[in-house]
């Protein structure tokens, strides 16, 4: 194997995509508590530490899923599964990550940050990956909780405290992750079926799924609607929250009309990277926040 081929192989077990959506969030939470106050220092190295603790738990979770995935059109052919790189190695490699990443966030952002990337690689790798994935229809909502965990990293990294806005992010991004997950589970049906993941819209029905996507995004409307009610986030992000939730569940409502769940479903997968990406951005991007942060240079 060419040195070229092997990096490349070492990166795509780590799932780069979901490591840059995750760095996403994790500077949203942290813009959100730093109001303005920005280290740029403590940014990245609370960002490359959650990129490693998320990488880390990837990289486990397709060593455990290797047998899964052979049966998964869309993951058939991922590094474990055609033998590109041996189990053990990956093992190895998954830990390194992990260390590596909690003892940065340990000892450069806080150990409360720490704190929460343990937890949220203790659930997705041990609760959700060798456990409820494959034998329980709740397994998506425990999962939800992990997929949290990085924005209230940098929120608390930057403000060195659990608060209600920390709570508030982490309720909102738990439920932006199950209608996100039912809405994949629906457009790759059959891989779900022929892999025997008991997810909702496979054990109980896409109908049944579909019911649970409109009212999971009705609670995420009022939950990012709440960021900005408390105080904690500027009009700019109320306006974009309001209306993009809206869409969001305005698209969810057509699921009972839909003629093709298959392609409704995927476009409410699509939107919701959209409404999640825009929300850490406007967290970060915030018209009140940039007008003081101005202010405060003028001064």
Not at 116 to 125: C, E, K, N, Q, S
Not at 137 to 160: D, E, F, Q, R, W
Not at 219 to 242: D, H, P, R
Request: net charge positive; charged share 10%.
């Amino acid at each position: 194997m060419k040195p070229r081929d092997a990096l490349g192989h070492f990166i795509q077990v780590t799932k780069p995509g979901i490591i840059f959506g995750n760095a996403i969030s994790v500077a949203g939470g942290y813009f959100l508590a730093a109001r303005g106050a920005v280290d740029l220092w403590l940014l990245l190295v609370t960002l490359v530490g959650t990129a490693l603790v998320v990488a880390s738990g990837c990289a486990f979770n397709n060593y455990i899923d290797r047998d899964i995935d052979v049966m998964m059109e869309r993951t058939r052919n991922r590094v474990l599964v055609q033998g590109l790189l041996p189990g053990r190695v990956v093992l190895a490699y998954a830990t390194v990550l992990g260390l590596a990443g909690v003892s940065l966030l340990y000892r450069g952002a806080s150990p409360l940050s720490a704190l929460f990337a343990v937890l949220g690689f203790v659930i997705y790798v041990g609760f959700y990956s060798l456990y409820l994935k494959r034998r329980s229809v709740h397994g998506t909502l425990v999962g939800s909780i992990s997929g949290a965990m990085p924005p209230v990293i940098g929120y608390c990294a930057a403000s060195g405290s659990f608060d209600l806005a920390a709570l508030t992010l982490l309720v909102i991004f738990s439920l932006w992750q199950v209608p996100h997950s039912y809405a994949i589970a629906i457009f790759r049906y059959k891989d779900y079926l022929a892999a025997s993941i008991p997810v909702l819209p496979v054990e109980r029905g896409i109908a049944v799924a579909k019911r649970h996507i409109l009212l999971y995004i009705l609670a995420f409307l009022l939950a990012t609607l709440m960021l900005a009610f408390w105080g904690y986030a500027g009009v700019s992000y109320l306006v974009v929250a309001a209306a993009m939730g809206s869409y969001w569940l305005y698209l969810a409502w057509t699921g009972y009309q839909a003629m093709d769940d298959r392609l409704w479903a995927r476009k409410l997968f699509f939107f919701s990277i959209y409404i999640i990406t825009a929300l850490s951005l406007m967290m970060a991007v915030d018209v009140q926040r940039t007008g003081q942060m101005l202010l405060s240079y003028v001064g």
